[in-house]
């Protein structure tokens, strides 16, 4: 009788749509960037380089060149770091216009999350050349925490990055895009942790990658969103847990 049960919660799942099947009891951030103003209405403290609203496309970045800028540079080292890892663990990729450009815009928002989450994003780009990337933190920005990059260009990479602190960082799963993130239109990015460590990230509704990872164990304390290069906006982002 259990086993049938089972069988029925799984069939309920996979028949539903991903973003209703993720939608976890608990609601910790739900901003639409373009009706925000300014970014600090919307929550963000600037890191490295700078961000405005757009209330077309949302959160824009305008990355600066780091060896200019005054700011804490453990968090603009990481994610040098965190791009060099993604390039170095890419096996598939031909191109090598994503090499780094030295350059980087990057912002955070507070907000605490068990490491069971569901996180919904929107986003586009027309002039990007390098990856832009969406992570959760703990503790400080050069804690641990889960890393998604996303590479410009159709057949770009996507992949989960793993910090364990210390710039130490580990790929976890990687993927090619079957769209070009940066053609100037939204797409929808949706990314998922259940309490035993299994990872979804679905790309305008297609499963990307599917992955295992038990490392985190604690709460989170923020999102970190970075551009590596080029004007990628965020135009919403939800997030949710289990808490």
Known sequence: MLDELYVLIDDYYLASDPA???????????????TAGNI????????AGNFYIDR???LVSQPANLNNDDGDL??????????GALLEETTNNNSSSNSGSGVLAQGHI????????????V?????????FVIALFETNLDTPGYRIAFEPGRGGEVAIVLCTGNNNLRMVANAWTNVDLADGNPHYIQSTRDWY?????????????????TYMNDWFEGVIVQSHGGDWALESL???DDS
């Open 20 to 34: 209703v099947a993720w939608s976890w009891p608990t609601q910790v951030l739900s901003t639409d960037f373009r």
């Open 40 to 47: 600090h209405n919307a929550g963000t403290l600037l890191d």
């Open 56 to 58: 077309y496309v949302g």
């Open 74 to 83: 453990n968090s603009e080292e990481l994610a040098l770091a965190i791009l």
């Open 110 to 121: 507070t907000a605490y999350t068990t490491n069971a989450f569901a996180m919904d994003i």
């Open 123 to 131: 986003i586009s780009a027309e002039n990007a050349t390098q990856p």
């Open 197 to 213: 460590g299994d990872m979804e990230l679905y790309i305008d509704g297609e499963l990307m990658i599917w992955a295992n990872d």
């Open 238 to 240: 939800y997030l949710a």
